[in-house]
């Protein structure tokens, strides 16, 4: 007898061979195991677009929305941003300036190699974890983590054209991005380039054309991010918008900042090196837009820094608040939500799945709940007593991820860019922070959320409830870490070690090992500890110290 999944994966297959998943107008979600088409009957009509502000979305459900993935050859529906890249590309007439935390797409790479060849001037910033062709991550492949191991290994597949196991010099040199790039003299630096090792992310995602025009996405230049997994056919790409706007001021706001990274008569300046960039702001057409290049010093004011600004926009909510965020992990801003969801105002949260309901998100303060980390809690945490059950995880495609980073404030102010609603973002990381004022541009952005809120499973997993309930029995007197200070990674206890995210004792006692032969100087650092790589690293940004 056929099961329900064997039917849904025969009908899977059908639709695949048959070229029609976009016109079926289904998207495929993988929910406990079982395949399940998640159908629009009646796809909406486009929206209209702002004249000089556009936006797209890979999940785009408008009729006429349906592209063909050009690695997997998969119809689906949605907008194809990187076509909407090399669209750009191509019209360059003087200069193409790219700063992007990850760039593994080929069609790009040679796009801008294409422009370079016919004289026009490219640059490109990359994050120096990313800046590495295939031929030096597979000799230090042991070396990676689970999650870039997984990564490794969707690059090899996208690269081994003729699917032998084996990479040939023929298929790096057409299928290698930064092979390509580097083969063909693109400048590229990363951020090492100001002789530090990196120790906070080069996590931009703008693009600057001829001085007037400005792409800025909450994509990386990447087939996950973009398409979907090259190894894996279900996935339809990490749920991700670019935005495309035309205006030399706004472009000149965002060359500055790519000048300042790139270095001109000085050197090269990222991450904390920077100095403090005050919020910008321009009026565009029917637009008014803030522009805020981050990190900040944790020695300023938090109102004074990028997520104090998410803050206070989030105060100007009068109406409703929705939220579609890859993590929400900064307590300030949780608190701010708290005060509105008093005041009467509608909020409505999707955070991804692997983080929603981790013991530092956000995201259980606003559910009424808290995690604990070995019977300590997060810092000043403050679960709502008034708890909201509008909040969950949206339904993707096994492996799909909620990439956006983006609130929507009474359907007509937008808060998005690369910057992460996180304590990292806000004091380590190069971001971009973009609020636009204006209805037409958010309709799309509410459209993007509502599909999305529609299929949502809002509220707590059965698994997180037995996890609390479990607090109560083993930790009868946990206590809340107090956030006066970052921990110290030199002179940290034990135990202080011990509460930080991902490092278990062991982890904790190999830390203070290392530290006695040689202190540590930055956050990268860390590597040079066994048992920690780039995952637990990331999770340790804004946390530590020293």
């Known amino acids: 007898m056929w099961t329900k999944m064997a039917i849904d994966k025969l009908r899977l297959k059908k639709i695949r061979t048959m070229g029609q998943l976009g016109f079926l107008l289904g998207t495929v979600f993988l929910l406990g195991g079982c395949h399940s088409l998640n159908v629009i009957q009646n796809r909406p009509q486009p929206l209209p677009q702002d004249q000089y502000i556009q936006v797209y979305f890979n999940y785009n459900q408008a009729q006429g929305s349906n592209y063909t993935d050009p690695y997997r050859q998969i119809n689906r529906p949605g907008d194809n941003l990187e076509q909407v890249i090399i669209d750009n590309i191509n019209s360059a007439k003087s200069s193409i300036d790219l700063a992007v935390q990850e760039l593994r797409l080929p069609a790009i790479a040679q796009a801008l190699v294409a422009r370079q060849q016919q004289g026009i001037k490219v640059r490109v910033i990359l994050e120096n974890i990313y800046n590495q062709p295939i031929n030096s991550l597979a000799k230090n492949q042991e070396q990676l983590s689970d999650r870039e191991q997984e990564r490794y290994q969707n690059l090899f597949d996208l690269v081994d054209l003729n699917r032998d196991g084996k990479l040939s010099t023929e298929e790096i040199a057409q299928r290698d991005a930064i092979t390509i790039l580097k083969k063909a003299g693109i400048p590229l630096i990363d951020d090492r380039a100001d002789r530090s090792k990196g120790s906070g992310l080069m996590h931009h995602k703008f693009m600057v054309i001829d001085h007037h025009t400005t792409l800025i996405s909450s994509a990386n230049y990447t087939l996950s991010d973009i398409h979907g997994d090259f190894s894996n056919p279900e996935t339809i790409g990490n749920a991700n918008h670019l935005l495309v706007i035309n205006n030399p001021q706004l472009a000149r706001v965002f060359q500055k900042e790519f000048n300042l990274m790139w270095g001109r008569e000085d ?73 509105r969801h008093q005041k009467g105002i509608e909020i409505k949260a999707l955070i991804d799945p692997s983080f929603a309901f981790r013991y530092y998100s956000e995201g259980l303060d606003l559910l009424g709940v808290a995690l604990s980390n070995k019977c300590l809690y997060e810092p000043d945490n403050q679960p709502w007593q008034n708890p909201i059950n509008t909040l969950g995880v949206p339904a993707l495609a096994a492996g799909d991820k909620l990439h956006h980073k983006f609130g929507l404030i009474d359907d007509k102010i937008v808060i998005t860019g690369s910057h992460n609603w996180s304590a990292a973002a806000n004091h380590q990381n190069d971001e971009a922070l973009v609020i636009i004022d204006n209805p037409t541009v958010a309709a799309h952005f509410d459209r993007e959320f509502q599909y999305l809120y529609r299929t949502a499973k809002l509220g707590l997993p059965e698994t997180i409830k037995n996890r609390i309930e ?50 540590f100087t930055s956050l990268e650092d860390l590597d040079r500890v066994s048992g920690i790589g780039q995952g637990k690293i990331s999770k340790l940004q804004g946390k530590v110290s020293w």
């Open 470 to 519: 479990q607090d109560r029995k083993n930790c009868p007197q946990s206590v809340t870490i107090k956030s006066d200070r970052l921990i110290n990674l030199n002179t940290a206890t034990r135990e202080e070690l011990d509460s930080l995210p991902g490092i278990s004792g062991k982890l904790a006692e190999k830390i203070i090992a290392a530290r006695q032969q040689k202190p």
């Open 267 to 339: 050197r090269p300046k990222f991450g904390s090196d920077k100095p403090q960039r005050k919020p910008q702001k321009i009026t565009i057409g029917n637009s008014s837009l803030t522009v805020k290049f981050s990190p900040d010093s944790i020695t300023y004011p938090w109102a004074i820094t990028s997520n104090g600004l998410i803050g206070e926009t989030l105060n100007k909510a009068e109406k409703s608040v929705n939220l579609a965020l890859f993590v929400l992990t900064e307590q300030p801003l949780a608190n701010i939500l708290a005060q």
